[in-house]
């Protein structure tokens, strides 16, 4: 096998510390045919379905790749923007306000990028321009701030197979969650008190998580456990009793239970119960997307006022708020401790130095 490396490399060139930030991916444009390769790549994820894979490969290409991506290229339009889609408008630029945050500590020693663990650009696309730049030690934050292995152990996944093809490792330092961190939930729970103080409080405030198989839950997958801790420190901090807010899961497919509540069932159940006006926010999406903008804030609206309810309200993600490069900001910092900013890529002292000792063993 061949490990990827570089002829032109220089053994005393400056060491340097990449941060790189990940969240799913999108597709290059709103059509069947890019959704195609997107959802190809996605849905093939054995992280993502855990099923048999020969028969998953069937269900997948047989069914399921002749008619989503249509549907799926037709609810992106309704979101996409000149720039390209929320997700990359907004993790661009969380990666570029965090940089700036981070060198203006670090200086230019840290290199601070992104990368989508579907589509563009790749995991490995990021590894190798990190390592031609001289990245030594590696410091991987999914923006998941509550871990699944749908998802945080899926980015695992993907460096592990990056780093099977090199030559030199970087040192690896992953962050697998942050459900819990001070700075994010005090993030979280001023979003939400902002927007009540500008337009008021509501009979229920719901709290929805991206979904995932019951099954996942029952084989110790920490998710739904995360996702309540979340809740209810963010409630804590707002001074919310239990009766005033709830969790509740969204965006399932298939037909296999998945965590429960669902968001869509809750919210159509509402109003019969005189829960008229409700605000929804999803703290486990650090930036708006497809399944906060089209799914939350337009068709979860449609379901609750056509059940008889008044007032419906999304609340933004952080996306690039300056709360939300504060806290990253923060947590990165709190995960370099140890690292030296200033060492060389190696214990030689120059490529002179060097070319001697090559030449000593010819």
Same mark, same amino acid.
Request: proline share 6%; net charge neutral.
């Given at each position: %096998?061949?490990?990827?490396?570089?002829?032109? !490399?220089?053994?005393?060139?400056?060491?340097?510390?990449?941060?790189?930030?990940?969240?799913?991916?999108?597709?290059?444009?709103?059509?069947?045919?890019?959704?195609?390769?997107?959802?190809?790549?996605?849905?093939?994820?054995?992280?993502?379905? +855990?099923?048999?894979?020969?028969?998953?490969?069937?269900?997948?290409?047989?069914?399921?790749? $002749?008619? $989503? #991506?249509?549907?799926?290229?037709?609810?992106?339009?309704?979101?996409?923007?000149?720039?390209?889609?929320?997700? %990359?408008?907004?993790?661009?630029?969380?990666?570029?306000?965090?940089?700036?945050?981070?060198?203006?500590?670090?200086?230019? =020693?840290?290199?601070?990028? !992104?990368? %989508?663990?579907?589509?563009?650009?790749?995991? /490995?696309?990021?590894?190798?321009?990190?390592?031609?730049?001289?990245?030594?030690?590696?410091?991987?934050?999914? &923006?998941?701030?509550?871990?699944?292995?749908?998802?945080? @152990?899926?980015?695992?996944?993907?460096?592990?197979?990056? !780093?099977?093809? $090199?030559?030199?490792?970087?040192?690896? $330092?992953?962050?697998?969650?942050?459900?819990?961190?001070?700075?994010?939930?005090?993030?979280?729970?001023?979003?939400?008190?902002?927007?009540?103080?500008?337009?008021?409080?509501?009979?229920?405030?719901?709290?929805?998580?991206?979904?995932? #198989?019951?099954?996942?839950?029952?084989? /110790?997958?920490?998710?739904?456990?995360?996702?309540?801790?979340?809740?209810?420190?963010?409630?804590?901090? &707002?001074? &919310?009793?239990?009766?005033?807010? %709830?969790?509740?899961?969204?965006?399932?497919? /298939?037909?296999?239970?998945? &965590?429960?509540?669902?968001?869509?069932?809750?919210?159509?159940? !509402?109003?019969?119960?005189?829960?008229?006006?409700?605000?929804?926010?999803?703290?486990?999406?650090?930036?708006?997307?497809?399944?906060?903008?089209?799914?939350?804030?337009?068709?979860?609206?449609?379901?609750?006022?056509? @059940?008889?309810? +008044?007032?419906?309200?999304?609340?933004?993600?952080?996306?690039?708020?300056?709360?939300?490069?504060?806290?990253?900001?923060?947590?990165?910092?709190?995960?370099?401790? /140890?690292?030296?900013?200033?060492?060389?890529?190696?214990?030689?002292?120059?490529?002179?130095?060097?070319?001697?000792?090559?030449? =000593?063993?010819?």
């Amino acid at each position: %096998m061949k490990y990827k490396g570089h002829p032109d !490399f220089s053994h005393s060139q400056q060491a340097k510390i990449g941060v790189l930030i990940t969240n799913l991916g999108t597709p290059e444009a709103p059509t069947p045919s890019a959704l195609h390769k997107y959802l190809k790549e996605f849905l093939s994820d054995p992280r993502v379905v +855990e099923f048999p894979r020969l028969l998953w490969k069937c269900i997948l290409h047989g069914v399921i790749l $002749r008619i $989503r #991506p249509r549907r799926s290229a037709a609810a992106y339009k309704t979101v996409w923007r000149d720039e390209g889609s929320p997700l %990359m408008i907004y993790t661009k630029d969380q990666s570029k306000a965090l940089r700036e945050s981070l060198q203006a500590e670090y200086g230019e =020693n840290i290199i601070v990028d !992104f990368a %989508m663990r579907y589509g563009s650009p790749s995991v /490995g696309e990021r590894i190798e321009q990190f390592q031609q730049a001289g990245v030594t030690k590696l410091l991987v934050l999914p &923006l998941y701030p509550q871990y699944s292995a749908a998802t945080t @152990a899926s980015t695992f996944d993907a460096l592990a197979q990056d !780093f099977t093809q $090199r030559r030199w490792l970087p040192d690896l $330092r992953f962050i697998s969650h942050y459900h819990d961190y001070p700075l994010y939930i005090d993030a979280i729970a001023e979003s939400i008190k902002t927007h009540r103080e500008e337009h008021g409080a509501v009979d229920k405030l719901l709290f929805s998580y991206h979904g995932v #198989p019951l099954r996942y839950l029952k084989n /110790g997958d920490p998710y739904h456990c995360e996702c309540y801790k979340t809740s209810r420190l963010i409630a804590e901090r &707002l001074g &919310l009793e239990k009766e005033a807010y %709830m969790t509740t899961f969204q965006s399932r497919f /298939g037909r296999e239970e998945w &965590l429960k509540p669902y968001t869509d069932e809750t919210l159509k159940s !509402f109003p019969a119960s005189n829960i008229k006006s409700v605000q929804v926010i999803c703290p486990g999406f650090s930036a708006d997307c497809i399944e906060t903008i089209e799914e939350i804030c337009e068709e979860n609206r449609e379901y609750f006022m056509n @059940a008889g309810g +008044e007032s419906y309200q999304y609340i933004p993600a952080l996306n690039a708020s300056p709360a939300h490069i504060h806290l990253l900001t923060e947590l990165v910092k709190k995960n370099l401790q /140890g690292w030296d900013f200033a060492e060389k890529n190696s214990g030689l002292e120059s490529d002179k130095h060097y070319q001697a000792l090559l030449n =000593n063993l010819v």
